[in-house]
């Protein structure tokens, strides 16, 4: 490759995001920012780079081997942040450390995290999403779900799932049943990707008894609405589990007061695929897409690590995902109508600028020709920026 064709070229897993597509993404997250603003969630900014330590801590030997890291003229390790609950709990514990809680915190950003690129997926995203810090009630859980699902309708989507599950379920199972730590580990890793046949030859190769295999191959499996949710409670007989169904039973009611629960079905099997979460998890789903638009859940023991102990619970949502949706099921987003376009004869740009400042006063969106033009070249720009109107000034 020569010297200009790889200046040409950008470091794998990013993107450009061209006029059509920028302002597309640019109405989406105008949308998130103003519906989160409404639900009283306070904006957020955090540096893009952090110590790695910093965003490694509880969770380092899962996430460091995604992250870009690099060093400072210290020799400190650095890195790229790979999500953005890890910074806000770091602020949280820090520089907000005395303000009253419940904290309501919002955010829209990149992130970044060593991925095989493809289509959905890249190594660089956009995220938007809040953290709500400072309660352990239903109600905070209930309320950043149905937040979560405003917020994919206020992007312009209409047909997508809730798949709602318990950490704490499957864990009281796993301790029902006496699996050791590394038997955990490799359940909920077939769990997280999914991957039902490396579930069922790990648990036939067990020496698990007949009834604990069926149970831990049938958790993947059970997912729909309440009844199956009541259905489960025959199945287990430990009191973790149980807890774990009612805390379930009870955000779910909340749902139905806001008017949400038609979104929601119940997934026992979905568990994400951070360490950190402690309660309730969800995803989101839509037709056409093999991954999650929106992800989230409640996640404890984080401020902890950061001595502050204090519960929260949040979620993050794909940009780019949710742009991809869009163009998938046929859903445009109205970027802002290009009004007028002034063109000029030879003499008369001081007429053009006093004309465009007079429309932009007026609240329209104002082009206005850097040089003289005639009539007819003027239309021919106007129609292939598509302004709604031409002005020409002769």
């Given at each position: 490759?020569?010297k200009?064709?790889?200046?040409?070229?950008?470091?794998?897993?990013?993107?450009?995001?061209?006029?059509?597509?920028?302002?597309?993404?640019?109405?989406?997250?105008?949308?998130?920012?103003?519906?989160?603003?409404?639900?009283?969630?306070?904006?957020?900014?955090?540096?893009?780079?952090?110590?790695?330590?910093?965003?490694?801590?509880?969770?380092?030997?899962?996430?460091?081997?995604?992250?870009?890291?690099?060093?400072?003229?210290?020799?400190?390790?650095?890195?790229?942040?790979?999500?953005?609950?890890?910074?806000?709990?770091?602020?949280?514990?820090?520089?907000?450390?005395?303000?009253?809680?419940?904290?309501?915190?919002?955010?829209?950003?990149?992130?970044?995290?060593?991925?095989?690129?493809?289509?959905?997926?890249?190594?660089?995203?956009?995220?938007?999403?809040?953290?709500?810090?400072?309660?352990?009630?239903?109600?905070?859980?209930?309320?950043?779900?149905?937040?979560?699902?405003?917020?994919?309708?206020?992007?312009?989507?209409?047909?997508?799932?809730?798949?709602?599950?318990?950490?704490?379920?499957?864990?009281?199972?796993?301790?029902?049943?006496?699996l050791?730590?590394k038997?955990?580990?490799?359940?909920?890793?077939?769990?997280?990707?999914?991957?039902?046949?490396e579930?069922?030859?790990?648990?036939?190769?067990?020496?698990?008894?007949?009834?604990?295999?069926?149970?831990?191959?049938?958790?993947?499996?059970?997912?729909?609405?309440?009844?199956?949710?009541?259905?489960?409670?025959?199945?287990?007989?430990?009191?973790?589990?149980?807890r774990?169904?009612?805390?379930?039973?009870?955000?779910?009611?909340?749902?139905?007061?806001?008017?949400?629960?038609?979104?929601?079905?119940?997934?026992?099997?979905?568990?994400?695929?951070?360490?950190?979460?402690?309660?309730?998890v969800?995803?989101?789903?839509?037709?056409?897409?093999?991954?999650?638009?929106?992800?989230g859940?409640?996640?404890?023991?984080?401020?902890?690590?950061?001595?502050?102990?204090?519960?929260?619970?949040?979620?993050?949502?794909?940009?780019?995902?949710?742009?991809l949706?869009?163009?998938?099921?046929?859903?445009?987003?109205?970027?802002k109508?290009?009004?007028?376009?002034?063109?000029?004869?030879?003499?008369?740009?001081?007429?053009?600028?006093?004309?465009?400042?007079?429309?932009?006063?007026e609240?329209?969106?104002?082009?206005?020709?850097?040089?003289a033009?005639?009539?007819?070249?003027?239309?021919?720009?106007?129609?292939?920026?598509?302004?709604?109107?031409?002005?020409?000034?002769?």
């Amino acid at each position: 490759m020569s010297k200009n064709e790889f200046v040409l070229q950008i470091p794998y897993g990013t993107r450009d995001f061209l006029p059509g597509e920028a302002a597309c993404k640019r109405e989406i997250e105008d949308s998130l920012a103003e519906v989160f603003d409404q639900w009283g969630y306070d904006e957020v900014v955090t540096p893009t780079i952090e110590y790695l330590d910093t965003l490694t801590i509880g969770n380092g030997s899962e996430v460091e081997p995604h992250m870009f890291k690099f060093f400072d003229k210290n020799n400190r390790t650095l890195a790229l942040r790979h999500e953005m609950t890890t910074p806000i709990a770091r602020v949280a514990a820090s520089r907000l450390a005395e303000v009253e809680f419940p904290l309501k915190l919002s955010y829209i950003t990149n992130v970044y995290r060593y991925e095989q690129a493809q289509t959905g997926r890249q190594c660089e995203f956009y995220q938007a999403g809040v953290e709500l810090m400072g309660m352990t009630a239903a109600t905070a859980d209930a309320e950043v779900i149905a937040l979560a699902i405003e917020s994919l309708r206020q992007a312009g989507l209409e047909n997508f799932q809730i798949s709602l599950g318990q950490v704490e379920f499957i864990n009281g199972v796993m301790k029902q049943f006496k699996l050791s730590a590394k038997q955990q580990q490799e359940i909920k890793h077939a769990m997280v990707t999914r991957n039902l046949v490396e579930l069922g030859d790990m648990l036939d190769k067990s020496e698990l008894g007949k009834n604990a295999k069926e149970i831990l191959k049938k958790i993947p499996l059970l997912h729909g609405k309440i009844d199956m949710l009541k259905s489960v409670y025959h199945m287990i007989c430990n009191e973790q589990s149980k807890r774990a169904l009612d805390n379930l039973n009870e955000i779910y009611n909340l749902l139905d007061s806001y008017g949400v629960a038609e979104y929601v079905n119940f997934d026992l099997g979905v568990i994400r695929d951070f360490n950190y979460y402690t309660g309730m998890v969800f995803e989101a789903y839509t037709p056409g897409l093999g991954f999650p638009l929106c992800g989230g859940g409640r996640y404890d023991n984080m401020l902890s690590d950061f001595g502050t102990a204090c519960p929260a619970t949040g979620f993050a949502l794909g940009i780019e995902r949710i742009m991809l949706a869009l163009e998938r099921q046929g859903l445009s987003i109205s970027a802002k109508n290009k009004d007028v376009y002034i063109g000029w004869g030879e003499g008369k740009v001081i007429e053009a600028i006093k004309k465009a400042k007079e429309l932009r006063g007026e609240d329209k969106l104002v082009e206005i020709g850097l040089q003289a033009q005639t009539k007819k070249d003027a239309e021919s720009y106007q129609h292939a920026k598509n302004y709604n109107q031409l002005i020409y000034i002769d």
